[in-house]
């Protein structure tokens, strides 16, 4: 289940697919509740000293609430929110 500050993230990003290139690329894009990497600007390496491995989103040892796929502790996306300390 999503909270609703996830469900947001996601539908977001689906709404701009939408407005880019149509529903059908909005479906094929966010799948299973998780954006795709492509669409969340992820990269293998941090963004200025920010990195999953800092985000509330990430889960050990390599996967991510939002973004699908495997993800590294090093990698970073716009959806990055650090983790409370
Ligand atoms: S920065 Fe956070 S939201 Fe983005 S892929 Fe890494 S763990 Fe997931």
């Known amino acids: 289940m999503l ?5 947001l993230k996601v539908s977001v990003t689906g709404a701009a697919i939408a407005g880019a290139g149509g529903l059908s690329a909005c479906v094929s894009a966010v799948r299973g509740g998780k954006t795709s990497k492509v669409l969340a600007l992820y990269q293998d390496t941090p963004n200025r000293g920010r990195r999953c491995a800092g985000c509330t989103y990430f889960r050990q040892p390599n996967g ?3 973004v ?3 993800i590294s ?4 996306c716009r959806f990055h929110e650090a983790r409370a300390a």
């Open 64 to 66: 991510c609430e939002i």
């Open 73 to 76: 502790p090093n990698g970073w």
């Open 3 to 7: 909270s609703r500050r996830k469900f």
């Open 68 to 70: 699908a796929g495997e």
